[in-house]
């Protein structure tokens, strides 16, 4: 099975207010039943309430970058320039 997260992330963009304002409402909608009904038909997991904080969000990335960073440096794989 193939595993991979997507975040809704709106501080590069909005800044810490606004990322503090859509939290709850963002982790509200998470928590209805009929959304939830379908990203199981999509195939998604949500996760769990206490890791839909922007704190859980970043502790989650800084574990994914510690963990994949050195396999992705051990191949070689480079950013692409668009």
Sequence with gaps: MRRFWAALSLAFLLGVPAV????YPSREALADPAI???FTELG????????QTPE??????KAEIEKWWPIIKSTGIGTQAQ
Excluded: S
């Excluded at 998604?44 to 890791?51: E, F, M, T």
């Excluded at 859980?56 to 990335?61: P, R």
């Design 44 to 51: 998604l997991d949500v996760a769990p309430r206490a890791q």
């Design 20 to 23: 503090q304002a859509q939290t």
């Design 56 to 61: 859980a969000l970043a502790a989650f990335q």
């Design 36 to 38: 939830q009904k379908r």
